[in-house]
């Protein structure tokens, strides 16, 4: 089965000089930071997708300098669930998820 259309993707293997770190927090309930790497100038795209492959938005796609960088998801207009970070660069993608708590109240 496809999960958000990245199983389909023919894509090159993502090389040691681009690294998706972390989601933190991880669970979240509001917002979520997505850390990761650049070891190469470059066009860089970090999407958001739910569990069944819609994408629910795109938080960095930019030309980015060499580096640590961090994106920022304001997730409060959500549902709760498993949401998957996807981080494409010339070099190729990386994909890592993050689980949006319910907000008790």
Do not use: M, Q
């Amino acid at each position: 089965a496809t999960l958000a259309g990245i199983e389909d993707e023919v894509l090159p293997d993502l090389r040691p000089d681009t690294i998706l770190s972390s989601v933190y927090p991880n669970p979240f309930s509001h917002s979520v930071t997505v850390s990761f790497d650049i070891n190469k100038p470059g066009p860089v795209r970090v999407d958001v997708f739910d569990i069944v492959g819609r994408r629910a938005a795109i938080i960095t796609d930019k030309f980015l300098a060499t580096g640590r960088h961090t994106a920022t998801w304001d997730s409060d207009r959500f549902a709760p669930g498993v949401y998957l970070f996807r981080l494409e660069t010339g070099n190729g993608v990386a994909v890592t998820s993050g689980v949006l708590a319910p907000v008790t109240r």
